[in-house]
């Protein structure tokens, strides 16, 4: 059972880690709750089925197209509607919720109501320490670690890593200094909802794709965000793995109750919240006020 | 100047005077989603043939059917399914209700046309308490009658009838004498019942269960579960799901290559686009269903080419608001009235042969379950086509068929 736990775990972790990290980082930076975030990841999961499915274009380019067209509709909302906004934080709240419905709608009124099912790049499964694992959830295994490992590279080790760390760090401080906030959260905006993308395209061909698919991982991934401390990226890679692994032995250890998963993670962030209100590796409230 | 305003009025007018001579019947479903828009294509072939003949006859003249589409949005909001009867028979004056999915909502939007002393027939709930509360309260709930499906108790018979059948296939090929059953429930309402009947019969027909999973209706990953009731050494996963959740089990089983084999009720493998959904990879996923190109009754085969024909896809069971026009119209014929309080007696002794079955009513309104009147099929998915494997007696059935081992 604990090699089931491991496995289970570490996939759906893995998946959260993609979603919480972009999440934290446009707040981090831009100070802006975007609860579209998971909404660019249904949308990265229906235009790739799209290009796949209804066009026939190859896998990968499918893939790279779908995260291309998804990165560039959250720029034109990021312009267009986020930051006309920036200065009122409750309007861009609402505003982001809006906006995922808008898709979510869209989607209804395009697909209709459907579940669509993408078919899988790798048939087969392997069975490792009597674990049976599809191929297929390998290369989500593969893609989110190779993503996480890219965004550390890129905030720890290049110019633009630099000035999203700094603009998160103190957002006023980084303008004085000279830097470009508004282009540093144009970039970070970027590439948060690339990596929403990503987990979309990747979970695609596992999951069922319909257009309320997003609301799902948006409460685990507030969860997530807000256990490991709202803005910290390091904290949103923990709390993924901490809720991923807790819903997996839930299910494990609870299978009447597996329905309930969502309810155990988001009573173990309550629990962590009472004792560090700050989360795992967030700034204190009073401190962000 | 003042002609033309007056000839404008008189066009505009125009459709009122024809809609004197209609009745209209409000079609309700969640039109988004493919039970509405089956509860819709059925209504739609029931609607062209009663007009195409000339109408409904009531005494002495003919009227035409006027269909109104509704969309209740149940599946996302009650309260939409509420509003939606209300206007529906406020605003559009219409004369009869068919259809209704959800239960939750249908709980609901029977008060609201029992309110109004509406007949409506239900095509798509299943739960008890619809028919019950027709039991309790005769006077105030007779104007609603269960067309489709058999009630949530019959349908637990239909269901253990089959896996029984199932059962007796694992006997005879795995040579194993009580097969053992993992039972996969989403949370909700209309499973409960069946959860329980199921944990208490089981081992009465000589089955041993080894768990009970419940997932939720809208989960994508139920690999987690799918683990477990591998280590659990199940050989049929007995299944209660309505939602997505039965898309995502149907398809990781077969990713893993499980040697159990999946049947209860799957309402998403009951629908054409399920093996499309699911990948390809369901091969062996079986359900309860309501229609198939085989002889339930003597209408079926031909209506259901007719609706495949005409729509590109196979009826799902909401589809039924056919024979629940149908009803309507038959019951208008014989009591030579429109009036809703006319057409109970009429609807309370009638013998309808429909498309999926032979619909009697009892006491509480449910079509009365058993050979020859209302049960349902057991469909499987093989190789990409669903085939009906059960009731073995009816002409057309397969063979079940079970994963290799």
């Known amino acids: 059972m604990i090699q089931d736990i491991l496995v289970s775990g570490l996939i759906s972790s893995s998946v959260y880690a993609l979603l919480a990290i972009g999440f934290s980082l446009i707040f981090g930076v831009a100070r802006i709750v975007n609860i579209a975030h998971t909404a660019f990841y249904m949308l990265g999961a229906y235009l790739f089925y799209s290009l796949l499915v209804q066009l026939g274009i190859n896998f990968a380019i499918a893939g790279l197209l779908a995260v291309a067209g998804v990165t560039a509709l959250s720029l034109a909302c990021y312009k267009l509607i986020i930051e006309p906004l920036r200065e009122h934080e409750s309007a861009v709240l609402i505003s982001t919720i809006a906006l995922a419905i808008l898709f979510q709608e869209l989607m209804l009124l395009f697909y209709g109501g459907h579940y669509l099912g993408i078919p899988s790049t790798m048939d087969g499964a392997v069975s490792i320490a009597g674990v049976s694992i599809a191929y297929q959830r390998f290369v989500i295994l593969v893609v989110a670690f190779v993503m996480l490992a890219a965004t550390w590279y890129l905030l720890n080790h290049t110019r633009l890593g630099l000035a999203i760390r700094a603009t998160a760090n103190d957002l006023e401080v980084a303008n004085l200094m000279g830097m470009n906030v508004h282009h540093v959260a144009l970039a970070t905006v970027a590439f948060s909802a690339a990596l929403a993308a990503i987990a979309g395209v990747v979970v695609a061909p596992v999951f069922v794709v319909d257009p309320y698919m997003w609301l799902g991982p948006l409460v685990t991934m507030l969860a997530i965000v807000v256990l490991g401390g709202l803005g910290s990226v390091k904290g949103s890679v923990i709390g993924a793995f901490i809720i991923g692994f807790v819903e997996a032995i839930t299910v494990f250890a609870v299978p009447s109750g597996a329905f309930l998963k969502g309810a155990v993670a988001l009573s173990i962030m309550v629990a962590v919240l009472l004792l560090r209100p700050q989360g795992l590796y967030g700034v204190v409230f009073e401190e962000e006020r | ?405």
Do not use: C
């Open chain 2, 1 to 405: 100047m003042l002609r033309a305003l007056l000839l404008i009025a008189a066009l505009a007018a125009a459709p009122v005077v024809h809609a004197q001579g209609t009745i209209k019947i409000a079609v309700l479903g969640p039109m988004a989603f493919v039970q509405g828009q089956h509860h819709w294509m059925g209504a739609e072939m029931a609607r062209d043939e009663i007009n195409k003949a000339g109408g409904i006859a009531v005494g002495g003249r003919k009227m035409m059917l006027e269909l109104v589409r509704a969309d209740t949005n149940e599946i996302l909001s009650v309260p939409d399914a509420s509003s939606a009867v209300e206007r529906v028979i406020t605003r559009d004056k219409v004369d009869y209700i068919v259809g209704g999915f959800r239960t939750e909502a249908v709980l609901a939007m029977q008060e609201v046309a029992m309110d109004h002393k509406k007949l409506f027939l239900g095509v798509g709930a299943a739960h008890d308490e619809l028919g019950m509360r027709v039991e309790r309260d005769h006077n105030r709930y007779k104007y609603w009658f269960r067309v489709s499906p058999t009630k949530a108790t019959d349908l637990g018979r239909t269901i253990f009838g089959v896996l029984g059948a199932v059962a007796g296939s694992i006997r005879t090929e795995l040579k194993a004498e009580t097969p053992k059953v993992a039972i996969v429930a989403e949370k909700a309402v209309w499973t409960e019942g069946l959860v329980k009947a199921a944990q208490a019969n089981l081992p009465k027909m000589k089955m041993e269960v080894v768990g009970l999973w419940q997932p939720s209706a809208v989960a994508t990953d139920v690999t987690a579960e799918l683990s477990a009731i591998e280590r659990a050494g199940a050989d049929i996963v007995f299944t209660f799901v309505s939602g997505p959740v039965g898309i995502a089990l149907g398809r990781q089983m077969g990713e893993r290559n499980m040697k159990a084999v999946a049947f209860g009720i799957n309402v998403e493998a009951q629908k054409d686009e399920f093996w499309g959904a699911a990948a390809g990879k369901a091969n062996f996923v079986s359900t309860l269903d309501t229609y198939s190109e085989i002889e339930i009754t003597p209408k079926t085969i031909a209506w259901v080419r007719a609706f495949r024909d005409r729509f590109k896809v196979s009826p799902a069971y909401t589809a039924a608001t056919y024979d629940a026009i149908m009803l309507i119209r038959t019951a208008i014929e014989q009591a030579k009235s429109t009036k809703s309080d006319d057409l109970v007696p009429v609807l309370e002794k009638i013998s309808y042969v429909g498309n999926g079955a032979v619909i009697e009513f009892d006491k509480r309104h449910d079509p009365i379950w058993g050979p020859g009147k209302a049960m349902g099929i057991g469909v499987q998915w093989q190789d990409g086509k669903k085939v009906a494997f059960w009731p073995p007696q009816v002409k057309g059935v397969q063979p079940f068929r079970l994963p290799s081992r």
